[in-house]
């Protein structure tokens, strides 16, 4: 997510703001270290999966590791996105999710994808759903109220919604609208990206896979971008969008 119109004490001198999230509650590369360890591992036998299984069961973060292949395989508008790290709220700590509350976004749920559907099936169901119905979502926050139950340096573990319930502080509509366009599209793969240090102080990203993010982020961009022969874009207001 993109917000643009920001103003305040920024990390970067434009005025965005951007909201990472993912589909698991917990960061398997929860820490520099392990980062560099499954990297090695996927870089070693991406190409072999039950391999890559095996050498991940040899692990005492098996379970951790194999989280994302366990997330339902549905409509992505009915599905929850976290942050999986830990951020700043102001004086506080917190991470933030993003919880469907549409009607029709809930009752997607129950849709899950079948071998038949085809590999463009998510695809094809977002750009459906985006014609005919708007979109809404609850922005939740869990505050960090005990470190070491809730540890912020490292992102595997998931903070216990029972003890540290969701907090609403927003919500997000997205209008009805054709949500798929191609130059739009190229534009984002070519031009721009997200990163969690694109926004306000306030907000600060905070433990070891942020601080990771910090280098990493800038460096893949630039790298895509010199291979593609492209230019990075710091798009500032939603008009310096195609389409």
Known sequence: ????????????????????????????????????EIIDLRIK???????????????????????????????????????????RFGDYVMKYCLVPSGETQRKLYDETVRPEDGSDILHRWLQNFHASHDAEYLFQVQL????????????????????????????????????????????????????PWHGLKSYQPLGGPNRLRRVVYPASSALRRKMNGRKEMHVTKLDDIPN
Not at 56 to 75: C, G, P, S
Not at 147 to 170: C, R, S
């Open 144 to 195: 960090c109220e005990n470190l070491e139950d809730q540890p912020v340096e490292y992102a595997g573990k998931v903070w216990d919604p029972e003890k540290y319930p969701w907090q609403t502080v927003a919500t997000v509509k997205i209008p009805k609208q054709e949500s798929f366009d191609f130059e739009r599209k190229t534009f984002w793969e070519d031009h721009m990206r997200v990163d």
């Open 45 to 87: 036998y991406g190409h072999d999966q039950e391999e890559l299984r095996k050498q991940l069961e040899k692990r005492n973060d098996t379970e951790l590791q194999t989280a994302r292949d366990k997330v339902r395989n549905t409509h992505l508008e009915s599905t929850r996105q976290y942050s999986q790290t830990a951020y």
């Open 1 to 36: 997510m993109k917000l643009f119109g920001v103003e305040g004490d920024m990390y970067e001198n434009y005025p965005t703001h951007d909201i990472e999230f993912n589909s698991t509650p917990a960061l398997d590369l929860a820490t520099a270290k392990v980062t560099r």
